[in-house]
């Protein structure tokens, strides 16, 4: 099985020089455990994982004994299990004031983040890992995706470029390292497993009550509504649960990081009408399974080719950000005439407006859109569309053609 470079390495080991205590957080098997364990080769720093039951106990039951057992700099694993721990990391880091001495990685963040914030503010860095992106699976320079010619052309160099099939097949494979990495070959089997354990172990430390085949119905009508309007109504009939379930359980994903939104831009200046946000997955491997889809070729001539696309686009531009430790300011725009951007970014003050589409060859019709950005107070910059054409172009001086493999 190979490595595969993460983005946010540089990040962890940036954040190790300036804070006592570095935290990834993440879903399950996106590689949190595999990327640390790799950059503490050759290094002192120890390993240990509360995954391991006697561990666990001792961290829970005696926490001093733990920490003198497992002495820093060390990477404890799977830290959620004993937040016991928090008040005597706290201790040590103020007695000592080294910088980087714990590397703590978590999978679920409710009671973690709260112990986090309660036991460790101002001493911790939090960073998030999500599933691979394509730079990391198919290589080239990596950085925050940006509407900026110089920007665009740098982004080229290294990355494998990819056709229509090429794009679908991406999609439909999914962005976990396992798959990705050639550690597993059967996709079907892969992402029933990790359902399986999923389900079974992280989303039942939240909640004992929940309905394994219910949850597993409700994740499918969530999944089938990637890109969509989220409609709490529609994905509570189709799943057979309440809305007030539906909103926990959807609550349950976005905080274990298997989907994030999009919120509808706005501002004074603009007529706002639609306030819910999209939803999104980050993986696209887990949507296509969960929607039954069974191979690449039948999902690009399906009917949903181009929710999925546009749902894999801005899943993969905002993985470009968070693999640098940022958080991205993304948005959608909708106004009262159902006229809408597929997605706005904000950044230093102005807006780039960017279209989504299977096209291979857009034309100026796509980017009249555009125009609703012009009474916002904020400026609109440049725009671009984000399509199928192979190579970078441009509509017009103002509005880039992006090829989907640079995202």
């Known amino acids: 099985m190979k490595y595969i470079k993460r983005n946010l390495e540089d990040v962890v080991m940036q954040t190790t020089k300036e804070y006592p205590i570095v935290l990834i957080t993440g879903p399950r098997q996106v590689g949190k455990t595999t990327m640390l364990q790799k950059l503490m080769e050759g290094t002192k720093r120890s390993y240990v994982t509360l995954d391991d039951l006697n561990e666990r106990s001792l961290a829970k039951t005696d926490p001093e004994l733990f920490l003198q057992l497992h002495k820093p700099p060390v990477l404890i694993d799977e830290v959620q299990y004993a937040p016991e721990l928090f008040p005597y990391i706290k ?55 940006q509407v900026d010619l110089e920007a665009l052309i740098e982004r080229e160099t290294g990355r494998e470029k990819a056709d229509v099939s090429a794009i679908f097949n991406r999609i439909y494979e999914g962005s976990m390292p396992a798959l990705a990495s050639g550690a597993v070959s059967n996709h079907s089997i892969f992402y029933n497993s990790y359902l399986n354990t999923y389900i079974e172990r992280d989303v039942r430390e939240l909640s004992d009550a929940i309905d394994s085949l219910k949850f597993l119905r409700f994740m499918t009508a969530a999944a089938a509504r990637s890109g969509q309007i989220v409609n709490v109504a529609d994905i509570a009939r189709d799943a057979e649960i309440s809305q007030i379930q539906a909103r926990d359980w959807l609550n349950i994903l976005e905080t274990l990081g298997i989907i994030f939104y999009l919120h509808p831009y706005s501002n004074n200046m603009l007529k706002r009408l639609v306030k819910k946000p999209k939803l999104y997955f980050y993986d696209m491997g887990l949507v296509c399974h969960l929607t039954k889809w069974t191979s690449a070729e039948t999902l690009e001539s399906g009917a949903m080719n181009g929710a999925f696309l546009e749902s894999y686009v801005v899943s993969e531009i905002r993985k470009s950000y968070l693999g640098y430790g940022v958080e991205p300011y993304m948005y959608y725009y909708r106004d009262k005439d159902a006229k809408e951007i597929d997605l706005v970014l904000e950044h230093d003050g102005v807006l780039n407006p960017i279209e989504i589409k299977k096209s291979s060859n857009p034309g100026t019709e796509l980017v009249k859109v555009f125009r609703l950005l012009d009474r916002s107070s904020t400026p609109r910059s440049k725009g671009a569309v984000i399509c199928m054409k192979p190579d970078i172009g441009a509509i017009d001086r103002d509005n880039y053609i992006v090829p989907v493999w640079l995202v």
Request: charged fraction near 15%.
């Open 91 to 145: 201790i040590y880091v103020d007695r000592t004031h080294a910088q980087g001495e714990f590397w703590l990685t978590g999978s679920q963040v409710f009671g973690l983040m709260r112990g986090v914030q309660e036991s460790l503010a101002g001493r911790v860095a939090v960073l998030s890992l999500t599933s691979l992106s394509q730079s990391e699976i198919y290589g080239g320079l990596a950085a925050p995706f």
